[in-house]
């Protein structure tokens, strides 16, 4: 049995290559899919598919447009959603995609902190998992194909 994680989150760390290198030498049968981490390209991607736009407000909005598409898209083929609140960046973009994940039925693990255990208490308590580390993420996607 193969699973896809759906790795929700920031993109300006290396914590997907943590996870993807750690899940790889445990040989675990996973693929992982998640968000254009190309900043640069998830910024663009309305003007590339649309052409340019009268101004910022509506190039963010063609480009948010494709950004949640994919996400849509790729989430929904997901079997289940690993969502890391780091420390460093705003998490807007992470908790939106946990809440759509658990309501669409989608198994999730959250991976945050313990100082920020308070502000995430109620996604939490939704979520299928809340964890600190990233490895400890990778025993609990362990355990489930064992």
Same mark, same amino acid.
């Given at each position: &049995? ?8 920031? /993109? ?11 899940? !790889?030498? !445990?040989?675990?049968?996973?693929? #992982?899919?998640? $968000? &254009? ?8 991607? *309305? ?18 447009? #494709? ?6 898209? !790729? &989430?929904?083929?997901?079997? !289940?959603? /690993?969502?890391? #609140? ?17 309501? /669409? *039925?989608? $198994?999730?693990?959250?991976?945050? $902190? ?33």
């Amino acid at each position: &049995m193969r699973l896809t994680v759906y790795l929700a989150g920031e /993109i300006h760390s290396t914590w997907r290559d943590e996870i993807k290198k750690k899940s !790889l030498a !445990l040989d675990l049968p996973v693929d #992982f899919v998640g $968000p &254009m981490e190309d900043h640069d390209r998830s910024d663009n991607i *309305g003007e590339e598919i649309l052409g340019e736009q009268p101004g910022a407000v509506y190039k963010d909005a063609a480009a948010s447009n #494709f950004n949640n598409l994919r996400t849509s898209v !790729l &989430m929904h083929k997901a079997d !289940l959603v /690993i969502a890391l #609140f780091g420390e460093q960046y705003k998490q807007w973009n992470t908790a939106m995609d946990a809440s759509a994940a658990l309501a /669409i *039925g989608k $198994p999730v693990i959250i991976i945050r $902190p313990e100082k920020l255990h308070h502000p995430l208490k109620e996604l939490s308590a939704k979520a299928n998992a809340t964890v600190e580390t990233c490895d400890q993420a990778i025993k609990a996607l362990a355990y489930i194909v064992e």
